[in-house]
């Protein structure tokens, strides 16, 4: 079993729809959740991180994270088309490493 | 600024042969981190490097190793390479070793291995 698991998609909206994005994962040592966004051909570029349980949110943005359930989202509100991409949940137990975990990355297309 | 910076963009090589990648940071961080990305999947951690010393090392093997240079780029070595080292090799800087994720990718080593 991956210690995170992703569903792949492709996730096809029309352009104004919510997305929502999702992980699970098995390791309860985990501390830090972050999403990342990746182009195609491109890096993965941080879109949000968070501590322990709880929601931030960042423009039309948002994430939470359910401790309790090993459960973690990314919501996208008035999804608009350049946020087509690839959307990587990760997560690190701390301790001031770089050690990400991610997951395998949901397609996302967002049709105008 | 410029960003991360990795070379090359692509290579191929043949079973057996071996690879060295160059990454240099942005200006100002001392920390590098490596990972793979097999398409398809997401990227798992190979190593990462601060202040010129190993402080992580992914489940790799010994065939793969790292240094940092004084000046804070970074290289990754391949050795025996095999058919399913194909991937996406990406370095990341962060101004120190980070549990937050606020690493700066570069956009990767494209390595095919025939």
């Known amino acids: 079993q991956k210690e995170v698991e992703q569903d792949p998609g492709p996730l096809s909206v029309p352009e104004g729809a919510i997305v929502s994005l999702n992980c699970t994962y098995s390791n309860s040592a985990f501390q830090y959740f972050m999403w990342y966004r990746q182009y195609s051909r491109k890096g993965p570029e941080l879109l949000m991180y968070t501590y322990s349980s709880g929601n931030k949110e960042d423009g039309r943005f948002t994430a939470q994270v359910d401790k309790s359930s090993k459960y973690i989202s990314l919501f996208i509100r008035d999804s608009q088309p350049s946020d087509s991409a690839t959307y990587l949940c990760a997560m690190n137990r701390g301790g001031a490493t770089n050690k990400l975990i991610f997951g395998t990355g949901t397609l996302l297309a967002v049709q105008p | 600024d410029a960003g991360v910076t990795q070379s090359p963009t692509h290579l191929i090589k043949t079973r057996g042969q071996h690879v060295t990648l160059r990454c240099s940071p942005i200006?100002?961080?001392?920390?590098v981190s490596w990972y793979q990305q097999v398409l398809g999947q997401g990227p798992q951690f190979i190593f990462q490097?601060?202040?010129?010393?190993?402080?992580g090392r992914g489940n790799f093997p010994d065939r793969f190793s790292a240094r940092q240079f004084p000046n804070y780029s970074s290289e990754l070595n391949v050795n025996a390479l095999l058919l399913g080292d194909s991937a996406l090799y990406l370095c990341?800087?962060?101004?120190?070793?980070?549990?937050?994720?606020?690493?700066?990718f570069g956009e990767g080593s494209r390595l095919t291995v025939l």
């Open positions: 490097y601060y202040e010129k010393e190993e402080r």
């Open positions: 200006s100002g961080h001392k920390s």
């Open positions: 990341a800087s962060s101004f120190l070793p980070s549990d937050t994720g606020e690493l700066f």
